[in-house]
Structures are given as C-alpha cells and as structure tokens.
C-alpha cells in the first residue's frame, strides 16, 4: 500500500521560508515522478514542482521558479519542497504526488496535504 505523508507547514511572514516534507512508503521515491501541487480556497490545484524518476528532472512553473527547490533523499525515501521568499499569494494547502514517470497525476496517490499561511 502506497501511503504519502506531508508535514512542514504552517504560519509564515512574507518572505519567509518553509520547508515541506513527503514522506513514502510502499515505492521508491527514485523510481516514480514525484510531485508538490498546492491548492488555494476557490481556485485550482497547481502543479509547483516535481522531479522525474531515474534521470531526476525537474519542473518549476514560472510562479514560484527561482523561490522553490524540489530535492528527494533515497535513504529516507522522501520529497522536499524548500520554499523561499513567500508570498500571500502562495497561501495554499500543499500536496505531495506520486505517479508513474509519462503518466500525469490524475491516477497519482495522494498525500493528506499540509496548509501553508503567509501572512503578517
């Protein structure tokens, strides 16, 4: 049974930094792509990073490229989501994502989601 589970988030000034961790069981981090999406209160889910099974690719949109880093660590099998320079509009409940490499994420096991607040 595949199981993601996210912690790290919380209440954060603009500008501040967060980190996100996904914890896996049941696969292997390097096998499969593995995704952060946020979600915000009446919009929709966006995808803010992944990086890509054997070869370790990874994707930042335009929205956060620069202020996020997407890493994974074999020996705990986890996914991280270091995130910088915060903004309001980063305000969101954050998921962690694990999908077959070239299949997309609408048949991804999901993580419970952890919620991300930047506020003064």
């Known amino acids: 049974q595949v199981q993601l589970v996210e912690s790290g988030g919380g209440l954060v000034q603009p500008g501040g930094s967060l980190r996100l961790s996904c914890v896996v069981s049941?696969?292997?981090?390097?096998?499969?792509?593995m995704a952060w999406f946020r979600q915000a209160p009446g919009k929709e889910r966006e995808l803010v990073a992944h990086i890509l099974g054997v070869t370790g690719t990874i994707y930042y949109p335009d929205s956060v490229n620069g202020r996020f880093s997407i890493s994974r660590d074999s020996a705990k099998n986890a996914v991280f989501l270091e995130m910088n320079s915060l903004q309001s509009e980063d305000t969101a409940t954050y998921y962690c994502?694990?999908?077959?490499?070239?299949?997309?994420?609408?048949?991804?096991?999901w993580g419970q989601g952890t919620q991300v607040i930047v506020s003064s």
């Open positions: 049941g696969r292997t981090v390097g096998d499969y792509a």
């Open positions: 994502a694990s999908a077959t490499v070239g299949a997309g994420y609408d048949d991804a096991y």
